[in-house]
């Protein structure tokens, strides 16, 4: 299939700003679905609310927009009725970590197969700048003129906390990796997590002075590397991308069809 057969070209241009880096998530999703050779008819999206949860409205699968922070429970119900489908659930940080916090370590917990794609460019850009769980202390935002004092979670740590069986991170600048961290997740019989580090020019970089879209992306560069690379042994503070968690444990929809099963035996 083309790219093209995989978008709903009636709903664009699309509604997000420019230079803003969900775009480019939508890309290398699509690419990554298309390596894949996945039928875009046994695909479901799941979305909440926000920036990032739009792209569901731009994709020609199976979707379901929900309620704010409440995708992954929705998405749960979906594979637990229908397990041969494979479930996407793209996400914001405010979306997946604040308000969706408790479904989002849950679902790591219980290793369902889904593909939780968080996008996080630290701001909640739908309803004017404020700060999220990822915004980091000393950052700027709508709800925090004179600075966030809030510590950021770890994507990726906390996530391994919670049981997740696969966790990545890439960054919008690092296109490839992400497409190639997308399929992967995608094929893991897990429940899986993508951080992908995207650039919001219009609140985060604006208030905070990181300039346009390019000078963002820029940065991503500057200040990320491959996990394990020496850079990071001279320089503690980059943070690392690559995939951290790739581990096998029984997936949640199987173990549930083993106690039904048990249960109509009478074990």
Known sequence: MAVKDYIRERFFPHMWCAGCGHGIVLNGLIRAVEKL?????????????????????????????????????????VKLSKPELNVIVPMGDGDALAIGGNHFIHAARRNINITAIVMNNRIYGMTGGQCSPLSGYGTLASTAPYTNVDQSFDVV???????????????????????????????????????????????????????????????????????????????????????????????????????????????
């Open 37 to 77: 050779g996945i039928d875009k008819s046994a695909i479901v999206m799941v979305s909440g609310i926000g920036c990032s949860s739009r792209i569901a409205g731009y994709l020609d699968f199976h979707t379901l927009h929900t309620l704010h922070g409440r995708a992954l429970a929705f998405a749960t119900g």
């Open 157 to 267: 740590q906390l996530a391994s906390a919670a049981g997740a069986t696969f966790v990545a991170r890439s960054t919008g600048f690092h296109v490839q990796q992400m497409t190639e961290i997308i399929q992967e997740a995608i094929l893991h019989n897990g429940f899986s997590v993508v951080e992908v580090m995207s650039q919001c020019p219009t609140y985060f970089g604006r208030r905070n002075r990181q300039g346009d879209a390019v000078d963002m992306l820029k940065y991503m560069q500057k200040i990320t590397t491959p996990i394990g690379s020496k850079a990071k042994e001279q320089n503690p503070e980059l943070i690392e991308r690559g995939v951290f968690v790739r581990k096998e444990l029984p997936e949640y929809c199987s173990a549930y069809d083993t106690v039904i099963r048990r249960a109509k035996e009478g074990k």
